[in-house]
């Protein structure tokens, strides 16, 4: 759905964005991470068609945005980290007006607009102007509004900055009814945590660069050279933490209660036959899990040697 080749973009002797590459599969929903002035916004807005890339191609769909941006802006639906309105306009008529400027007729305009209000929770509102609404419902809005042409590819933008805690949650559960239509979403945000819970793939940017891209968990196995493992029991703890000091990919044990954390450096496979390997010695297990790495230690790790 999305595919960057060494992308680069310079401002004079400024190196905005330096020989990124990137490829989203269709349904992939992909994180940017990075610090303000990364490159994830120039990034995005050049996919988008909306900045033109020093170097470097970008296909959306197959389509190259730089030889044919008209057929790509009918595939994607973007939202900017700062959008305006026309404070004059109800929301319905807002809606409107963006269904009119995709070609959509009367008919799907009405029909689109209600299904979109309806998703982001904005349907008692369409009636009142769009400057009475609070900084949340106006960022739904504008989410509805990138939505109105039933694209395919998202470009958001930092969706939840500004928000409330309240509003944040509201927006996730929008983002996380996208990603049950099988949308493909690149998105930004500084809410770490929030992205963790939301992609399947992290990317994280300093300074132009694509520092590391993939799975959070592989991202932290690439890192620490290890993975977390949280083993809960119904008892018999003394026994397990025995058998798991002789295997020679455990690296470290620590726990409280029935709760057991053990450091593993094997992969999937390896880490089935550890599980396998209390069973059959019938100690009662009750949960075995990989711990969900904190991507806010990840990105400090990655980054640490940008550092000035």
């Known amino acids: ?28 929903i992909y994180g940017f991470v990075g610090p303000n002035g990364a490159g994830k916004t120039t990034t995005m807005r ?23 941006p008209v057929r790509v802006r009918g595939r ?21 007006f963006y269904g009119s400027c995709y070609g959509l007729s009367k008919a799907e305009r009405v029909k689109r607009t209600e299904e979109l209000l309806e998703l982001v929770d904005l349907k008692d509102k369409k009636q009142e102007y769009v400057d009475t609404l609070s900084r949340g419902m106006k960022q739904r809005l504008c989410l509805a509004r990138s939505l109105i042409h039933n694209p395919e590819f ?49 990317g994280i940017i300093e300074r132009g660069k694509l520092v590391y891209s993939g799975e959070i968990q592989d991202i932290m196995r690439r890192i620490t050279g290890r993975t977390i493992l949280e083993i809960r029991l119904l008892g018999q703890v003394d026994r397990a933490v025995s058998l798991l000091r002789e295997q020679p990919l455990v690296e470290d044990i620590s726990g409280e209660d029935n709760v ?35 991507l ?3 990105f400090m790790e990655v980054t640490k040697n940008f550092e000035q």
Do not use: W
């Open 1 to 28: 759905m999305l595919k960057i080749e060494n992308l680069v973009k310079k401002y004079g002797n400024f190196t905005a964005v330096d020989n990124l590459n990137l490829e989203l599969e269709k349904g992939d």
């Open 46 to 68: 050049i996919a988008a068609t909306l900045l033109e890339a020093t170097s470097g191609t970008v296909l959306v769909d197959g389509i190259n945005v730089a030889e044919q």
């Open 76 to 96: 994607i639906g973007y939202m900017p980290d700062f959008f305006g309105v026309y404070d004059n306009l109800k929301v319905d008529e807002y809606m409107d």
């Open 154 to 202: 998202l470009i958001l933008d930092e969706p939840a900055s500004g928000m409330d805690p309240r509003a944040r949650i509201e927006m996730k559960g929008i983002l996380k009814t996208l990603k049950e239509m099988q949308k493909t979403i690149l998105i930004s945000s500084h809410i770490l945590h929030e992205l963790a819970e939301l992609c399947n793939y992290i």
């Open 260 to 294: 057991i954390e053990v450091s593993f450096s094997g992969n999937d496979q390896e880490m089935a036959e550890l599980l396998r390997l209390l069973i059959n010695h019938e100690v009662p297990v009750m949960t075995f899990a990989r711990e969900e790495g904190s």
């Open 296 to 298: 806010e230690e990840v």
